[in-house]
Nanobody, 120 residues
Framework: QVQLVESGGGLVQAGGSLRLSCAAS????????MGWYRQAPGKQRELLAR???????NTLDSVEDRFTISRDNAKNTVYLQMNSLKPEDTAVYFC??????????????WGQGIQVTVSS
C-alpha cells in the first residue's frame, strides 16, 4: 500500500502560481508512476499530468503550456507547478500513484485531495 499526502493548495488570484506537492510513502517499490488529477464541482475527475519513475511525462493538452509535472525520486515526491492560473482551474486536485504494465496503467493509490481556488 502506498500513502500519498498532498500539500500546496490554497487561494490564489487569477494569473498567479501555485506548486502542489505529493509525498509518497509505504510500498514505493510497487509503483512506477505518479500523477495529478482534478475534479471541479459537477464535473468528472480528469487526468492533468503523469510522470514515470524514469522521468517520462504526459500532460493534458489544455494545460500543457501552464502546468508542469516533475519529481524528486530521492524524496518520493511529485510536484505540479501551475502558472497563469485561471478561475476555471478551481477544483480539488488529487495525487495518484500506480504502475504501468506495458502500455496499461494500473492505479493503486489516491491522496485525500487538496483544494485550489482561483479568484477573478
Amino acid at each position: 500500500q502506498v500513502q500519498l499526502v498532498e500539500s500546496g493548495g490554497g487561494l490564489v488570484q487569477a494569473g498567479g502560481s501555485l506548486r502542489l506537492s505529493c509525498a509518497a510513502s509505504g510500498s514505493i517499490g510497487s509503483i512506477n508512476a505518479m500523477g495529478w488529477y482534478r475534479q471541479a464541482p459537477g464535473k468528472q475527475r480528469e487526468l492533468l499530468a503523469r510522470i514515470t519513475s524514469g522521468g517520462s511525462t504526459n500532460t493534458l493538452d489544455s494545460v500543457e503550456d501552464r502546468f508542469t509535472i516533475s519529481r524528486d525520486n530521492a524524496k518520493n515526491t511529485v510536484y505540479l507547478q501551475m502558472n497563469s492560473l485561471k478561475p476555471e482551474d478551481t477544483a480539488v486536485y488529487f495525487c495518484n500513484a500506480g504502475a504501468y504494465r506495458g502500455s496499461y496503467y494500473y492505479s493503486s493509490s489516491w491522496g485525500q485531495g487538496i483544494q485550489v481556488t482561483v479568484s477573478s
